[in-house]
């Protein structure tokens, strides 16, 4: 089945400067790579997505990369604000029927300091 | 906020008992994933319905069972509950096959289940 594995754990930057967490996945036919928000006790809601007919995806301050060949890819936050301090996860899955048979990353606490 | 619910929120139970974790999907959605998430990890994915099948089954025993109904919510129901059962259990609706964005999942808040 699917693996998915996600760097960093813990990720701490000071307001401003930028975050990148990367994952990697081991099933090559996966072709849809949700990112998701989960705050303390609260829901995961996603943030991002991207398909992998795309290499790179934006909405704002979040932007998220895409390597089919080396079965990694990334999410990009810009202008960090404290607000963005919550854990993220990312996620693979195959289409084509299995909307939400999704395999999820460990997760990276991102702490952004004020 | 989604419009995925569940219930109940929170629930204790002892090792060896039953439980049932039921969950609205939103309005519109056929398809409804359940997720178990443990302390400090990553949603693992348990089983999905799809017009009340079961439609792919993550690495869970058979003591974990579901049901779909006709107005697509659903139920996870445990037997002989084990102390590494307690976590957080999530249902995310989607459109499923229906085309479109019918990947995108929305959560519902969790039932956080303590096994003792």
């Known amino acids: 089945g699917e693996n998915v594995e996600q760097h960093p754990s813990t990720l701490s930057v000071q307001e401003g400067d930028s975050a990148v967490i990367k994952c990697t996945y081991s099933d090559s036919a996966s072709n849809y790579f949700p990112w998701y928000k989960q705050e303390l006790g609260k829901r995961p809601q996603l943030i991002i997505d991207i398909r992998s007919n795309v290499g790179e995806k934006k909405d704002q301050r979040i932007a998220v990369t895409l390597n089919k060949t080396a079965k990694h890819f990334s999410l990009h936050i810009t202008e960090t604000q404290p607000e963005d301090s919550a854990v993220y996860f990312c996620?693979?899955?195959?289409?084509?029927?299995?909307?939400?048979?999704?395999?999820f990353g460990d997760g990276t606490t991102l702490t952004v300091k004020p | 906020e989604t419009g995925v619910t569940q219930s109940p929120t929170h629930l204790i139970k002892t090792r060896g008992q039953q439980v049932t974790l039921r969950c609205s999907s939103q309005s519109g959605h056929n398809t409804v994933s359940w997720y178990q998430q443990a302390l400090g990890q990553g949603p693992q994915f348990i089983f999905q319905y799809y017009r009340e099948e079961e439609n792919g089954r993550g690495n869970f025993p058979p003591r974990f069972s579901g049901l779909q109904f006709p107005n697509y919510s659903s139920e996870l129901n445990v037997n002989a509950l084990e102390l590494d059962d307690s976590a957080l259990y999530l249902c995310?609706?989607?459109?499923?096959?229906?085309?479109?964005?019918?990947?995108?999942?929305?959560f519902g808040p969790g039932t956080r289940l303590l096994v003792l």
């Open positions: 995310a609706s989607s459109l499923g096959f229906a085309g479109g964005k019918e990947e995108t999942q929305y």
């Open positions: 996620a693979a899955s195959t289409l084509a029927g299995n909307a939400g048979k999704s395999t």
